[in-house]
C-alpha cells in the first residue's frame, strides 16, 4: 500500500473493459478508497461534476473521440490528472502538454510513480 495513495477517490475515465479491470485492481492495491470509472464522456462529466476526486487517470481517446472536455472539466475543478494512451505519438493538446502520460501497456510500478509524483505535496 502506498501512503500518498491511502484513502484517495479516484476517477478513471477508460472504455476498454479489461484495461479498466486492470488499473482499478492496481488502485486497490495502491490503498485507494475509491475508484469510480466511465468508459464515456457523458458519464465522466456527470461523475465529475457530482463528486469530489482526489485525482484521476484519463484515456486520451474515448470510443474514438478525444477526451478533451473531460480534461478541461477535471481542470476547471482543480482535480490532478494524468493520461493514459496507447497511441505512440505525441498528440498532446494545447494547454495539458504538461500532463504526466501513461503508454499502455503500463506496469504497476509505472503507475506507482506517475501518481506519486501527481499527488506528491
Same mark, same amino acid.
Given at each position: 500500500?502506498?501512503?500518498?495513495?491511502?484513502?484517495?477517490?479516484?476517477?478513471?475515465?477508460?472504455?476498454?473493459?479489461?484495461?479498466?479491470?486492470?488499473?482499478? %485492481?492496481m488502485l486497490? /492495491?495502491? @490503498?485507494?478508497?475509491?475508484?469510480?470509472?466511465? +468508459?464515456?464522456? &457523458?458519464?465522466?462529466?456527470?461523475? *465529475?461534476?457530482?463528486?469530489?476526486?482526489?485525482?484521476?487517470?484519463? %484515456?486520451?481517446?474515448? /470510443?474514438? @473521440?478525444?477526451?478533451?472536455?473531460?480534461?478541461? +472539466?477535471?481542470? &476547471?475543478?482543480?482535480?490532478?490528472? *494524468?493520461?493514459?494512451?496507447?497511441?505512440?505519438?505525441?498528440?498532446?493538446?494545447?494547454?495539458?502538454?504538461?500532463?504526466?502520460?501513461?503508454?499502455?501497456?503500463?506496469?504497476?510500478? &509505472?503507475?506507482?510513480?506517475?501518481?506519486?509524483?501527481?499527488?506528491?505535496?
Amino acid at each position: 500500500m502506498d501512503k500518498l495513495l491511502s484513502g484517495r477517490r479516484m476517477l478513471v475515465v477508460e472504455d476498454e473493459i479489461l484495461v479498466l479491470m486492470m488499473i482499478e %485492481d492496481m488502485l486497490g /492495491d495502491l @490503498g485507494c478508497q475509491s475508484v469510480i470509472s466511465a +468508459a464515456t464522456i &457523458e458519464k465522466a462529466i456527470a461523475l *465529475i461534476e457530482a463528486q469530489t476526486f482526489d485525482a484521476a487517470m484519463l %484515456d486520451m481517446n474515448l /470510443d474514438g @473521440g478525444d477526451s478533451n472536455t473531460v480534461a478541461d +472539466a477535471l481542470a &476547471e475543478r482543480g482535480v490532478p490528472f *494524468i493520461y493514459s494512451t496507447g497511441n505512440s505519438g505525441r498528440d498532446m493538446r494545447e494547454g495539458f502538454s504538461d500532463r504526466a502520460v501513461l503508454r499502455k501497456p503500463f506496469s504497476f510500478d &509505472e503507475l506507482t510513480a506517475k501518481l506519486e509524483r501527481l499527488l506528491a505535496p
